[in-house]
């Protein structure tokens, strides 16, 4: 399996139903982006995906870059 296609798979319920949302466009796209921003916070806080995994979804769903 491919590195980025691994960082997309086995993550936390909500993560996983924010990035839906996000993908789907399911809502205005500014809250979309809060939601699915807070979740990946959360849970590289909570230690449920490393801060590459984080970053990977940040920089590829979010249009983030690191600095």
Do not use: F, H
Not at 9 to 18: A, C, F, I, Q
């Amino acid at each position: 399996m491919e590195k980025n296609t691994m960082y997309e798979v086995n993550l936390p319920s909500y993560l996983e139903y924010d990035l839906n949302n996000y993908r789907e466009k399911n809502g205005p796209m500014d809250c979309l982006w809060c939601e699915l921003y807070g979740s990946i916070n959360c849970a590289e806080q909570d230690g449920e995906i490393d801060k590459e995994q984080a970053w990977y979804l940040r920089e590829k769903y979010l249009n983030m870059e690191r600095v």
